[in-house]
């Protein structure tokens, strides 16, 4: 980094048992023994590292806790640096007192992600798995997690790097036959590059695919609950969200603004908007929230129409099914505790999918969730597999693939072999763009801007 020792805290911002104060850089262990006072009187500087010391964090005279001071010495710590953290009572008052002492005895104030950013700095980590650090904090289900730590462990990175390899193999061959044609070099021929170009960008493909199908896993899936008022819109998101969220009358016409909620349906993350009913109103209230309900059902990624099963198909309710067309929908037929009157052979040739569920007592809920998983296409999800864990990495591998194919192209159209080099070689710059080798700084500062302060 640039020489600094900077410090915060690492635990959540809640009380809790333990309070760690994280310190890291060349002073951590001096600044640390300006507060920190061991019960054997030993220094920390002067430990060796993976060492645990009981005693106290005193300041200005005045004993603050009691704590326990562990020791990491460079480059074996989390960032690479010299390390200290602090263990508290977690109290907030306390651990603000003691990041507060820490600071005023020498250190700067950490921010996002940046003992996380200085581990990638010094090599500890590539820009993969220092990614895939918030996304194992915020997976909220067991398959993001695993994903998330297989990316920390390099399994993206180890495919991503085989795929470098391989494109590398050939510009080299291409760049010493070019480069060189008085000596006796063999010619790469067409058949074996496209074959490597090929086999890559197939293994790129099946990333990104991976991504794609598995986000609602990984990422969460922005969804909506549409439908008229009064068909138990509400209902179906208080069920989903396990808990009255949204407010459920019988007057039509109750939920006016965008109610939103993430729940967690097996393993998939729904990002849940319950939206005002969709209807032809007089009230400018209401009206405002109709259209808000309009914009988000046309930019979601997921639709749970909602419709009446009690009642008989209206207008309004073929409206809501014309501006599904297209889209990621399920058809919820609500209230299948009562008699069903409405056709859902109607609603069945405009959707793949129609659950008839009772968000009063449940029945069809696991219906609803198989259906959920069907259309998001999660059921063949591997976390186990190289996973990305970002739209900046899937825009690195897309951009990759593209590279592959415009070479492929310049093979079949007979442009020359250096042509096609280019291309192999952007390919190979996109690929280390996304493991952060040739990633610039402006891109390195974005990925960590996203981190929480102390990670």
Known sequence: MNGSTVAAVSTPNAPGGIGIIRISGPEALEIADRVFVSVNGKKLAGSKGYRAYYGEIVFSGEKIDEAVCLVYRAPHSYTGEDTAEINCHG?????????????????????????????????????ASAESVMALIGASGKQAAAAAL?????NLSAEIKKCCDEITGVCASLTAWVDYPDEDIEELGEDRIAAVFEDVKSRLDEIVKRYDSGRAITEGADTVIAGKPNVGKSAVMNLLSGYSRSIVTDIAGTTRDVVEEKAVIGDIILKIADT???????NPVENIGVGLARKRLERAELVLAVFDGSSGLTAEDSDIIADCAGKCAVAVLNKSDLPLKADKRVLEEHFDRVVELSALTGDGYDELKNAIADKLMTGDFDPSAACLTGERQRACCVKAAEHLSD?????????????????????????????????????????????CVGK
Do not use: H, W
């Open 407 to 451: 070479g492929l192209e310049a093979l079949r159209s007979g442009m020359t072999l250096d042509a096609v080099n280019v291309c192999a070689d952007c390919a190979v710059d996109a690929l280390l763009e996304l493991t952060g080798e040739k990633a610039t700084s402006a891109v390195v500062d974005e990925v960590f801007s996203r981190f």
């Open 276 to 282: 005002a009913g969709i209807r032809e109103t007089d």
């Open 91 to 127: 109290g907030l008052y306390v651990t603000k007192q003691v990041l507060r002492a820490v600071i005023e005895s020498g250190a700067l104030p950490a921010g996002p992600g940046e003992f996380t950013k200085r581990a990638f700095l010094n090599g500890k980590k590539d820009l």
């Open 150 to 154: 297989n990316t920390l462990e390099g």
